[in-house]
């Protein structure tokens, strides 16, 4: 929803609901690429756009919409879409990105002329001109002599399907540098406002990073702590917790939980306090409603709380995310605990304080 409000009464407001490229007969070749090749900046930093509709590819018949520059002198691949149905974007841009991932700046002058010839109306532009403007555009990278082997993507649609975001943090995961960009047109008046966002990381999907994270700890912390006593038992018995204390959920937290929705919301939403031990398991009472959790089941539940869409994240290690007061992590705290033991050492709260 976007919110119209006249500049000469600004207490009034007019809403206006997001509308579809489709219903208002905007095309993608026609309409969106060339607001992109004229205003790069649209997908979130600044761009030098060398070429449009590539097609100079061996053996291949495909067009690349744009290809440009960023500020280190990274070729980046940008592919535009008009609606969310292209769910093969991205092996497509994969393509793309193989393929200019040999382009030397030698190779890529020729296209740079010719774009600025055609699509800027630059006829006199020259090779030795053209190079002259890519080294004055590269102004972050003072080594900056020959085009990496690693491209950029950018995609860029209306909107993007589950199965494709989630292929894209994956992919980012694996050291290529893919972006996403949404963007939404707006009917007003006899005008089309268009509200661009970059979407990856997305807050949506935030959750899968903070999954993969905790999974890859997981992971490490199986192999160092084979054997390790439980979290709340380990601290209880070194004197670092005891029944009554309270523990703050302020550790590791995913970005849909900004820093300005914990500071605007009830200090109790991040605090619990400690219960007895119920046989092998510990609880905690959450101080905003005064009910009793797992510490898994609570943080699953604040989280859910701020998330956009109400979901609870699992494969989670919910103690990663709690510290005491002073602002020591539970698990870290815990593992320095355990290490001193297994050192040999005795380790009690006022010996490490």
């Not at 974007?89 to 393929?99: N, V, W």
């Not at 292929?167 to 509200?195: F, G, H, M």
């Not at 970005?255 to 200090?267: F, G, L, R, T, V």
Request: glycine share 4%; with cysteine.
């Amino acid at each position: 929803m976007l919110l119209v409000i006249p500049t000469q009464n600004p207490k009034q407001f007019t809403q206006v609901q997001a509308g579809t490229f489709n219903a208002l007969a905007i095309w993608e070749r026609a309409h969106i690429q060339e607001w992109v090749r004229q205003a790069p900046e649209i997908l979130g930093e600044d761009l030098l756009v060398v070429s449009m509709e590539f097609d100079r590819f061996k053996q291949s018949a495909d067009r690349l919409d744009l290809l440009a520059l960023d500020r280190r002198g990274n070729l980046v691949v940008v592919e535009l879409k008009r609606d969310g149905l292209a769910s093969y974007a991205d092996l497509q841009a994969l393509r793309y990105a193989a393929m200019v991932s040999t382009m030397t700046i030698e190779k890529l002058l020729p296209y740079f002329v010719h774009y600025q010839q055609k699509y800027v109306g630059l006829a006199d532009m020259t090779a030795i001109r053209a190079q002259e403007l890519i080294q004055e555009f590269v102004t972050q990278n003072d080594t900056f002599k020959e085009l990496s082997n690693r491209p950029r993507i950018i995609l860029c649609s209306e909107n993007f399907s589950t199965e494709l975001t989630t292929t894209v943090l994956w992919l980012n995961q694996t050291e290529l540098d893919i972006s996403c960009v949404r963007i939404v047109p707006y009917k007003v008046d006899d005008k089309v406002v268009v509200v661009p966002t970059k979407i990856i990381p997305l807050q949506e999907a935030n959750q899968y990073m903070v999954e993969l994270e905790n999974k890859e700890r997981g992971k490490e912390q199986q192999a160092a702590q084979s054997g390790r006593t439980e979290t709340f038992t380990l601290l209880m018995d070194n004197g670092y917790l005891k029944e009554g204390d309270s523990i703050y959920l302020s550790d590791r937290l995913p970005a849909y939980i900004s820093p300005e929705a914990k500071a605007s919301s009830d200090e109790n939403v991040f605090r619990a306090e400690i219960l007895p031990r119920q046989g092998k398991l510990y609880t905690v009472r959450w101080a905003l409603d005064g009910q009793v959790y797992s510490l898994m089941n609570l943080t699953q539940t604040i989280f859910a709380r701020f998330h956009p869409e109400g979901t609870r994240p699992a494969g989670m290690q919910a103690g990663r995310h709690w510290s005491l007061k002073d602002g020591r992590n539970l698990v870290e705290l815990a593992d320095e605990v355990w290490a001193g033991l297994q050192a040999g050492e005795s380790i009690t709260a006022e010996a490490v304080n």
